[in-house]
Structures are given as structure tokens and as C-alpha cells.
């Protein structure tokens, strides 16, 4: 801890640092999300030289998030149930040994469309243990105080390892074999494994009170979600807005890129464009803290997230690529700075016990409707065009913030980022 000097009869609360343990899992996590980045990127392009079906194409991105609506829940359990270290070793160590398997198939010629489907989807089955013991430990090593600093850290590692460092590193992989490229990511996988297992000691497994049995964890888990007045309608609202951004940017390219459409951007230039959402992206993890301390949780998470839903329509309304360009990078810092929050508060007000389940309940129906969102927003393009379909999604989008924000109001949650809520069950 740190303390700052002060003049005789002044007090100012000491700020405690975020600690060589939050470090070493930080540390891992850039690791791990290095790895995605290369994966992220070196899967489509593997998969174009294996296949032209738009169909066999568009089934990698449904294999990426399918576990997280299969197997969420129940990853919850687990999550809760074992030490959360140790859940994470296992589930890196596992990623490592599936990408070296699909290395070699690679190598031998083996590799297929059927087959790197399978792949993401186990390696998505990884994902989801890794992510949720992650999340769920964070509040196990700092202080409650501090989440909103720490959860801005591991969002801006996990956008710098995966835009800025793994998304280019795959390019140069794919050049010199994709077989290198799974080989680099099981590397990768495996040291976010291990340092974990050498660099961070303790138990990390909460004793829960409540039921033994796996579904009645569950259920006890969901009924805790459905009942508490806060978390409910923070689930509601994220899963809402992640349908609608889903929706929003699977059409985008359309809108940017071509002769023919509204921008006129090439395929080289939209990459850009996409790491203008990650520049912004880390400037709102690094600042999130900051806003949080001056205005309050609750203020502050709302007005981003509005302030990011009304960026989008920046570049319908003015379809130039320097308004492209700005409202991209300030929705990622603003869109940013509301995840942190929302994730910062849901931390404090589940129980330790808890937040596995909590986690992966959420994240199951967040995640599961990014597919049905791009769906529907392909046949509302198709039939409608693609401005009322941007449309729609920010209505959308603003509908959900209003409900929030109408929610936390009548749940007369404190407006204070180091106030922890009680659960506020109605």
C-alpha cells in the first residue's frame, strides 16, 4: 500500500496498489488473448484456401460463440465449484494440446473445413472455463475499490495482445505457414498455463453455503440472477445491446467498403477502421477508473453506453472516412468505459461463492444472441436497406440503456464506485 503526504490535520485515504498477484494473472491473460489474436485472425484466412461456401464460412464465427450458449451455464458450476486457478491451468493446458493437434494436421495436410470448425468450437469450450475463472478470481485479488482500476487493465491487455499485436503477428504466421501460426498459439496458451500454475499460489475455491448438486447450483445460481434488482436488468441491458451491436457491425462492411458503397473504403483501408475501435478501446480501460471516481458508478455507465449507441449513428448520418474514423475510435473508448463499470459492478454485488454461475448465466445469454442478432439483421438489410437497419439497432440499443437506467433509479442503488450493494432482491 501507498499512502501520500499530507498536511498536519488533512486525511486522504490510502490507495492500495493492484498487487504482483493480480499481476501474474494479467500477465497470463495477455498471453492467452495474444494466442486468440493470432487464432482470431488465422482461421478465416486458413479457411478461405480450404473452402468457398459462404455458408461453411460464416459457420467458424456460430462455432466461436456456441459454447458460450451450450456450455455456459454448467462452466458456471464448475467454475464455482473447483479452485478457479487451477480451472484455468487445466483449461489453458488443454487449449495448448488441441492447437497443437490441429499444427500437425495442418503440417501433414490433414486440416479440413469440418475439422477447424470442431476445432473452434473446442477451443471455445476453453474459452469459456478460462474466461469465467478469470472474471470470477479478479475480485479475489484486489480490493473491492480497485475493480474498476483492475478490470480496465484486463480489458486494454486483452485489446492491445488481440488487435494490435496478434491480429498482424498471424499475418506474417499465414505467410509462413499456418501450421507455425497453431504452433505459436499452443506455445502461447501454455505459458498463460503455467504462469499461472508457478506464478500465482494460494486456493482460490469459495466455500458455498448453499446446495451440493450440480443443477441445483445452477438453479440456485439463476434464481439469484432473476430475483436482485440490480443485476437483472445489467444482464438485460448488455445482452440487448450486444444482439444490436452484433446486428450493427455484421452488415457494417457493406456500408464501408467497395465502390459501391456509402464510404468507398478498400479492404485494405476497413482494418483501420477496426483498429480505430481498439484505439479507443484502451484509451476507455486506462480512463474508466478515473470517470468512475468522478462521477459514480451508475451516472457514468449509463451515459457511455448512451454516448457509444448514438456514435453509430455518426457514420450513417455522415458516411466520409474521417467521421468513420473518429466515431469508431470514441464509441470504443466510451462503449469501453461502460463494460468496465458494469463488469466492475456486478463483481461487487455477487457473492465470491457465486460468480462463477452468475458469469456464466449472463454471459450465455449475451453471447447466445450475437448470432441471432447478425441474423436478423442480414434479412433486415436484405428487405429493408442498410441505414434502417443501423437504425434500428441504435433505437434498440437506446431502449435498453432507458430501461436501465430506469431500473437502477427504482432500485436506489448508490451512486458511489466503492459501495457494495446488498443483493436489492425484489
Known amino acids: 500500500m501507498t499512502t501520500t503526504e499530507t498536511r498536519p490535520g488533512q486525511t486522504k485515504p490510502r490507495r492500495v496498489q493492484l498487487g504482483r498477484p493480480f499481476g501474474v494473472q494479467l500477465a497470463s491473460t495477455g498471453l492467452a488473448n495474444l494466442g486468440d489474436g493470432i487464432l482470431g485472425t488465422l482461421a478465416p484466412l486458413l479457411a478461405l484456401s480450404l473452402t468457398s461456401s459462404p455458408m461453411l464460412i460464416s459457420a467458424l464465427t456460430a462455432a466461436t460463440w456456441l459454447p458460450w450458449l451450450l456450455f455456459g451455464l454448467v462452466a458456471g458450476v464448475i467454475v464455482d ?47 469459456v472455463v478460462a474466461d469465467l475463472g478469470a472474471t470470477a478470481m479478479v475480485p479475489d485479488l484486489v480490493p473491492p475499490d480497485r475493480l474498476p482500476a483492475a478490470n480496465g487493465r484486463v480489458i486494454g491487455v486483452q485489446q492491445v495482445a488481440n488487435t494490435f ?160 474514423v473518429l466515431s469508431c475510435t470514441l464509441v470504443g473508448v466510451t462503449n469501453t468505459v461502460g463494460n468496465v463499470l458494469s463488469q466492475s459492478l456486478r463483481q461487487r454485488l455477487v457473492p465470491g461463492d457465486l460468480l462463477g454461475r452468475i458469469g456464466g448465466a449472463g454471459r450465455t445469454l449475451s453471447y447466445g444472441l450475437m448470432p441471432l442478432g447478425a441474423l436478423l439483421a442480414g434479412a433486415l438489410a436484405e428487405h429493408a436497406g442498410l441505414p434502417v437497419t443501423f437504425y434500428a439497432a441504435v433505437a434498440l440499443s437506446l431502449l435498453a440503456c432507458g430501461y436501465l437506467a430506469l431500473r437502477l433509479r427504482a432500485a436506489d442503488v448508490p451512486d458511489q464506485p466503492a459501495v457494495v450493494a446488498a443483493g436489492a432482491a425484489s
Open 81 to 127: 465449484r473447483v479452485d478457479r486457478r487451477r480451472a484455468q491451468v487445466a483449461a489453458l493446458l488443454a487449449r495448448a494440446a488441441l492447437l497443437g493437434s490441429a499444427a500437425w494436421l495442418t503440417l501433414v495436410g490433414l486440416l479440413s473445413i469440418p475439422l477447424l470448425i470442431a476445432l473452434l468450437m473446442l477451443y471455445g469450450l476453453t474459452e
Open 165 to 324: 499485436l496478434g491480429a498482424p503477428l498471424a499475418g506474417v504466421l499465414i505467410v509462413l505457414g499456418a501450421g507455425l501460426g497453431f504452433g505459436v498459439s499452443a506455445g502461447l496458451a501454455a505459458l498463460a498455463g503455467l504462469l499461472l500454475l508457478v506464478g500465482l499460489k494460494g486456493d482460490f475455491r469459495r466455500a458455498s453455503s448453499g446446495p451440493t448438486r450440480p443443477w441445483a447450483q445452477v438453479r440456485e445460481g439463476l434464481a439469484f440472477l432473476v430475483r436482485h434488482r440490480v443485476l437483472r436488468p445489467l444482464v438485460i441491458t448488455g445482452s440487448v445491446l450486444n444482439l444490436a451491436a452484433s446486428g450493427y457491425f455484421a452488415v457494417f462492411v457493406l456500408w464501408v467498403v467497395g465502390p459501391e458503397s456509402a464510404v468507398g473504403l478498400t479492404e485494405t483501408q476497413y482494418p483501420l477502421v477496426m483498429l480505430g475501435l481498439a484505439v479507443g478501446a484502451v484509451a476507455g480501460s486506462l480512463v474508466a477508473a478515473a470517470f468512475d471516481k468522478r462521477f459514480g458508478t451508475g451516472r457514468t455507465m449509463i451515459g457511455a453506453f448512451i454516448a457509444s449507441v448514438l456514435l453509430m449513428v455518426a457514420p450513417v448520418v455522415w458516411p466520409t472516412p474521417v467521421s468513420l
